[in-house]
């Protein structure tokens, strides 16, 4: 099978969506001529013209809040939010509009927007670009959120999000973009709400998301050379969470380790540990661990940086904590 | 970044001294002698009682450093285990009068406590407190490994914790989570914990399918060689050499030349066999408590006189009832002489951890055959118990031969 | 404008005061959860406007929503029953006063942030115009964006209105200038004097009319609708009026002059009045018509109210409803 990078498997969805569906159009800044700060959106611009490949001003709630009236009236838009630390700016579109507008009018009114955005650390970029923000909207009744680890899962879940009829917040991760693997040349889709289990394994549950997922599977390498032979699940939707197949691991292996980039209060990592322990509390032998980023804002300083968010070795140890190995 | 802390529980002052469970079936123990006295500064790990089973007189060590309150249960007083027989208090702690009426009950004042650790065995490992589950465990048997209510804190000597899963699989199995040695952090019962124990009784229920092989020995030999020894030996070490140490040798030279009869069968992974590293041989003794079996460790490595001494040693401890659980523990072959009643020959079941054991009858004079002859000579039955998973036939028979080869020929132990 | 339209914008106007004095009834009576905004004494803008657009043109309206709802053909009988709480609501009970939408009518709801409908306007306009191109030859379609003084002063306007201009969106930015916000004059909080200087800002043609003239309304309305229809892009239309109540029911005013309010509800002044006024001179009614068009506009307030009243409640099913399509 051909493998291509994570930012051209999500340009190819875009693409291939773009030609299915006319109503499918992609707003953002820079995403036009620029072709995308990442370089997600190029090509499409020629493909098919200014107002369906539409470069905005810098006006984040304006980019949202016409992405919502374009979607309450038939248009099936793709907004890019360069940076998720930008989505603050469009709070109120997202959160008190977007999220539910279906609900509110009684059912009548249908939402089908994508908003594209990207998150995390690990390049320096300090405080304000650098969050890892997804449970900000995992909160907020309404919404979907969506967070894919591979090229093959952001192209596969990517079509999804366009063409389902719900407010879709998918959040890419920076250093994820270069990253390769295989990807079909037919089409295919990937459902909504379905974790994948990227890793079988019986000794230790390890559910991690988005650039974590690459994080726990090279934990999961490192542990296997200590014959402890751990459980890699990617929810890949965190809401909504698919809790079965996380449950059905723990009760095979007796053990979880959560882990997010987000910061750890209020975190990804406490919602399903949460959820878990309620559903599975029988079958646990040690508490739920959770790997997150320290609570702090994210600093420049390298050395600081990488102590903030969460390793593999953050991930080795946890795992080794569950097994009562340290 | 860090990783949380598990909530360890805080040593919170006073801290109750309890009777200790120091083995499977102790149900009650009695206070033979206070070594502190009431008010007493004493220090953590300090032996500060005696207390006395059916078999054994062991010593307690204070779990905290402080000074001794009231001595609740009094010399020569059998309570049950979990009993709290007095408390320590930290400086400028005062005792209350709660301390009155404080035998309390097996149910309220501490859960059971758990049985002493089983043998270092090399394949399955030692159960313990662990670095890292917050240093507030200590030991309250001498040697020992820390069971569950020896953690501190008022209040939680009365809890014993236990994780979901393996109370789930105690459930499965049929057995109480209490009575099983926890070796998660404040001593938690895990699910390993758990299939060990499951694991062990299965085990002693006899599972193990037993076959047994007996051999007629001459014993002119070995007594002849006895009795030249004995001044030697008395000499060295004031000790009577007896054939009983001669048989030690022999055997644990016999089973240097056969692994598999030092031996063991493992449950875990489907079933394996697993050898043991080192020859520690178990002596039955008869005392007045009934048999025990004190181990001679690494009897392979001992000269003759060596093994006399400790034998010597062992034995009169257990005649006292001064027997160390360290003492018992960890047998890997274990040779059972009756040979001083009036039993020819017996058939031994088995100890979990082994795979086989020899018993030896009394040396009496029997007619044998020499050369065509009918004649008188001291001789002896020895009987192999085997496990069959870990032996066959031909294997028990190997080792009982070489047994009985040196038995008859002692003077090839030189070789 | 012929007899019927102006027979139908008297009536409507007449059954958008009756509809909010009902409303005002309820509520002090505490028959209504939450709270409410009332229209009275805009009727003029609502109507007005709303008789220039065409079926399929979109608006959006504002937490003080009822008017333009109604003035867009909405159905009371619902709408009541949506103040109600109950299931034959507009919204299933489930999105009350601030929420009132009705999607087939082009009523892209009501909206309780203030602002909150008017980056949503415009991507509806964007969505019109990207419709034109699809359909060639069908009419394309316009899009209203109703808000007040006090939401001219919100950020979105700002962004959303430089949009509409550089991507010539078929929009009309509708501020209902009716000199209060919540409870304070609006004045004291706009820099400039003239509400049109905001639009000027992001390079937007303005204009504006006076919000108690209906006829002025409709007609300055017209004149922006054609505009963007043309794809000659947006229009920010001010229209001068008054809100003659308070901004929530029970609110104690202490914050304006009743001789104010008194000389806005004057006959003089009151749109309703105004229009009634015209309607004797300009197209021969006389007061019996006028009359009779209040009583039409009444009882259909009643039916409405009697309809919602003898409706059920949600079932408590209908709470997991529609979270997600």
């Excluded at chain 1, 289990?197 to 200590?226: C, H, P």
């Excluded at chain 2, 690494?298 to 034995?315: C, F, K, T």
Aim: glycine share 10%; with cysteine.
């Amino acid at each position: 099978m051909r493998e291509i990078q994570y930012r051209d498997a999500l340009n190819e969805a875009l693409n291939e969506e773009m030609a299915r569906d006319p109503r499918v159009f992609v707003l953002g800044e820079d995403v036009g001529r620029y072709g995308g700060v990442l370089q997600i959106t190029r090509g499409l611009l020629d493909k098919y013209g200014e107002k369906r490949v539409r470069d905005t001003p810098i006006s984040e709630a304006g980019i949202m809040g016409v992405a919502v009236g374009a979607a309450m009236t038939g248009m099936r838009p793709v907004a890019e939010i360069m940076y998720i630390d930008f989505s603050a700016l469009a709070m109120d579109q997202i959160a008190n509009q977007a999220a539910k507008a279906h609900y509110m009018f009684g059912g009548k009114a249908r939402v089908p927007l994508v908003m594209r955005t990207q998150g995390g650390g690990g390049r320096g970029n300090a405080a304000q670009h650098s969050q890892s923000l997804e449970m900000w909207f995992v909160h907020v009744p309404g919404l979907i959120v969506v967070q894919p680890s591979t090229p093959y899962d952001a192209k596969g879940l990517l079509k999804s999000a366009i063409r389902d009829d719900n407010p879709v917040i998918f959040i890419e991760h920076k250093l994820l973009y270069s990253t390769t693997g295989p990807v079909p040349e037919e089409e295919y889709l990937i459902p909504i709400g379905v974790a994948d289990v990227k890793r079988e394994g019986k000794d230790v549950t390890i559910v991690a998301t988005s650039r974590m997922v690459l994080f726990a599977l090279a934990a999961a390498d490192t542990l296997r050379q200590r014959g402890i032979e751990a459980e890699v699940i990617d929810p890949r939707t965190l809401k909504p969470l698919d809790l079965e197949t996380i449950v059905t691991s723990v009760q095979k292996t007796g053990r979880l380790v959560v882990v997010n980039e987000g910061a750890l209060t209020g975190g990804f990592t406490a919602e399903v540990a949460a959820r878990v322990q309620r559903a599975a509390f029988d079958w646990l032998d040690a508490p739920i661990l959770q790997v997150a980023s320290e609570d702090v804002p994210l600093p420049y300083s390298g050395v600081l940086e990488l102590e903030a968010i969460p390793s593999e070795q953050d991930i080795v140890n946890a795992a080794l904590e569950a097994l009562y190995w340290n | 970044m860090q990783l949380w802390k598990p909530y360890t529980g805080t040593s919170a002052m006073p801290t109750d001294v309890i009777m200790p469970r120091l083995g499977l079936t102790m149900e009650t123990g009695t206070v033979q002698r206070w070594l502190a006295t009431e008010g007493q500064h004493v220090e953590a790990g300090e032996a500060i009682l005696e207390v006395e089973t059916d078999k054994v007189v062991v010593e307690v060590e204070a779990p905290a450093t402080g000074h001794l309150g009231s001595l609740v249960v009094g010399e020569g007083e059998n309570v049950p285990i979990g009993t709290v027989l007095a408390r320590i208090y930290a400086r400028g702690e005062q005792q209350t009068n709660e301390v009155a009426g404080g035998h309390g009950d097996p149910a309220g004042a501490a859960a059971p406590p758990l049985p002493v650790q089983q043998s270092t065995d090399p394949q399955l490992g030692s159960i313990g407190a662990r670095e890292g589950s917050g240093g507030n465990v200590r030991e309250s048997v001498p040697g020992g490994h820390a069971v569950a209510h020896d953690v501190q804190g008022a209040g939680r000597a009365e809890r014993i914790f236990s994780s979901p899963r393996a109370r789930k699989r105690a459930r499965e199995a049929g057995l109480d989570w209490h009575t099983v040695p926890g070796s998660g952090p404040l001593g938690r019962v895990i699910e390993r914990d758990v299939l060990r124990a499951a694991d062990r009784m299965t085990a002693c229920f006899g599972t193990a399918p037993h076959f047994y092989l007996s051999a007629e020995a001459r014993a002119d030999a070995i007594m002849g060689l006895r009795e030249r020894l004995l001044p030697i030996v008395e000499r060295r070490t004031g000790v009577r050499l007896t054939v009983t140490d001669l048989l030690v040798m022999i055997v644990a030279r016999a089973l240097a030349e056969h692994p598999r009869a030092n031996a063991f069968w493992d449950p875990a992974g489907g079933g394996r066999i697993g050898l043991h590293r080192h020859i520690h041989l178990g002596v039955a003794v008869a005392t007045d408590a009934g048999l025990v079996v004190p181990v001679l460790r690494n009897a392979d490595g001992m000269g003759l006189a060596q093994i006399a001494a400790e034998r010597s040693d062992l034995v009169e401890k257990a005649r006292q009832g001064r027997l160390s659980p360290d003492d018992l523990e960890g047998s890997t072959f274990t040779l059972t002489d009756l040979g001083m009643y009036r039993v020819d020959g017996f058939q031994a079941i088995l100890n979990p951890s082994q795979s086989a054991m020899l018993a030896v009858g009394r040396i009496v004079e029997r007619p044998v055959a020499i050369e065509g002859q009918v004649r008188v000579r001291p001789t002896m039955v020895v009987t192999l118990s085997c496990d069959h998973r870990v032996l066959d036939s031909v294997m028990g028979a190997q080792f009982l031969g070489r047994v009985v080869e040196l038995i008859e020929e002692p003077t090839e132990l030189m070789a | 404008m012929d007899k019927g339209l102006a027979e139908q914008a008297y009536r409507r106007m007449y059954a958008i005061r009756a509809f909010e004095e009902k409303v005002e009834q309820l509520f002090a009576a505490g028959e209504l959860p939450g709270f409410v905004h009332l229209y009275m004494g805009e009727e003029a803008c609502a109507v007005g406007v709303c008789s220039a657009l065409k079926e399929g043109d979109y608006i959006t309206s504002t937490h003080r929503g009822h008017g333009h709802c109604l003035a867009k053909g909405g159905d009371p009988r619902r709408m009541m029953a949506e103040l109600l709480g109950k299931t034959t609501g507009y919204c299933k009970g489930k999105g009350g006063s601030m929420h009132i939408a009705d999607l087939d009518l082009g009523i892209l709801g009501a909206n309780g942030i203030v602002g909150g409908g008017i980056g949503l306007a415009t991507g509806a306009a964007y969505s019109a115009d990207l419709h034109a191109d699809l359909e060639p030859g069908i009419r394309r379609k316009v899009v209203v964006c109703f808000f007040g003084d006090g939401a001219s002063n919100q950020g979105i306007l700002a962004e959303v209105g430089n949009m509409a201009v550089l991507w010539r969106l078929p929009i009309i930015y509708l501020c209902e200038e009716n000199q209060y916000a919540e409870f304070s004059p609006s004045k004291p909080f706009i820099a400039v004097d003239r509400l049109e200087l905001k639009a000027q800002a992001f390079g937007m043609r303005a204009v504006t009319v006076d919000g108690n003239d209906l006829l002025a309304v409709l007609e300055t309305t017209r004149l922006a609708v054609e505009l963007a229809r043309d794809g000659q892009g947006p229009t920010f239309l001010v229209a001068k009026t008054y809100r003659i109540e308070g901004h929530t029911v029970g609110d104690p005013l202490t914050y304006r002059p009743k001789e104010e309010t008194a000389a806005w509800k004057s006959p003089e002044r009151d749109p309703i009045s105004r229009f009634g006024r015209r309607l004797m001179a300009e197209f021969g009614f006389v007061e019996r018509d006028l009359e009779e068009l209040r009583q039409r506009a009444r009882a259909a307030i009643e039916d409405a109210l009697q309809f919602a009243v003898d409706s059920p409640e949600p079932e408590v099913t209908a709470l997991w409803e529609d979270v997600y399509a």
